[in-house]
């Protein structure tokens, strides 16, 4: 039996349209469309691509969308300096610095300084505390995408075992708030975890985020279950080029697995569209409505 593919490309098309539709309605009723700053210091080749996805994609959505670059030796405090003019911008209400940042620049003093109301990444403390003490607010992008794919495999989860491979800030650990808010029982796994393939084959949910190519592979998955790939792992081809895969090991996994995202084409494109979400409701919530 061959695994349901969860479509994410699909699936954030689908997003992407119903929140420029509401766009197209705010800026009908004459209020001024939403505005997300994205902020890119360097030359990171992957961070570049991605940056000009989200500008793309969120003027798509009828977004203003600003981008500010700065050089790989900028210093702290002129990003310092950046954020606190963005914070101060009424016409922006999300704000997001792409990471990685250089070695100069520490991430946790800029991410501290981001407006928490502005705060699309959801990567401030206060967000994180919010996430933790279990409010709704403004959550990481990636695990949000991902709990939309878990629910595309419409499975009531409430009770099921999830377990998360992976303890980033970014997705592992907000990933494993969102799954116990859903009512799941949920195991961290990492890098240090003792018969990792043997905690994973309890998992009814696997969500794989350890950027490990092809780590998963079909003994890590309970027949049936739903497989999520977080990784973006670009690997050398035959030829000499690049091609991206996940920290799944796609083509046996999906003869095991109930449901499985594919990579490219899963939990990425659910991210950006995340962003748009949050952006949305940044803007919502600043202009109280
Ligand atoms: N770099 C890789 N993923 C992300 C993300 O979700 N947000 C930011 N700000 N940087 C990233």
Not at 73 to 101: M, R, S
């Amino acid at each position: 039996m061959s695994a349901r593919i969860l479509d994410g490309a699909a699936v954030a098309a689908r997003l992407r349209a119903e929140i420029g539709d509401q766009v197209t309605s705010l800026v009908a009723e004459g209020r001024r469309a939403p505005g997300l700053a994205v902020v890119l210091v360097g030359d990171n080749p992957a961070s570049h691509v991605y940056v000009r996805n989200k500008g793309v994609a969120t003027r798509k959505a009828g977004m203003v969308s600003t981008e500010h670059r700065l050089p790989g030796d900028a210093t702290e405090a002129e990003l310092l300096a950046l954020v606190a003019q963005l914070n101060a911008d009424e016409a922006i209400d999300g704000i997001l610095v792409q990471l990685p940042l250089p070695a100069q620049v520490r991430p946790e003093k800029v991410l501290a300084a981001i407006d928490p109301e502005k705060d699309v990444d959801g990567f401030h403390a206060l967000n994180v505390g919010r996430l933790w003490g279990g409010e709704t607010g403004l959550v990481p992008c990636t695990p949000r995408g991902c709990m939309k794919l878990i629910a595309e495999a419409g499975r009531d989860i409430g009770g099921m075992d999830a377990v998360v491979i992976g303890r980033s800030g970014i997705v592992g650990k907000p990933m494993t708030q969102l799954l116990l808010a859903a009512n799941c029982t949920v195991t961290i796994a990492h890098s240090r975890t003792r018969d990792l393939s043997e905690v994973c084959r309890r998992a009814d949910i696997l969500v794989a985020a350890v950027g490990a190519p092809n780590l998963v592979t079909a003994a890590f998955i309970k027949p049936g279950a739903t497989v999520i790939d977080v990784g973006i792992n670009r690997v050398a081809k035959p030829d000499g080029g690049l091609r991206l895969v996940g920290d799944v090991a796609f083509d046996t996994a999906v003869g095991v697995a109930g449901a499985i995202t594919p990579v490219p084409g899963g939990v990425g494109p659910m991210t950006i569209a995340c962003l748009l979400e949050n952006t949305l409701m940044a803007y919502r919530r600043r202009m109280n409505g």
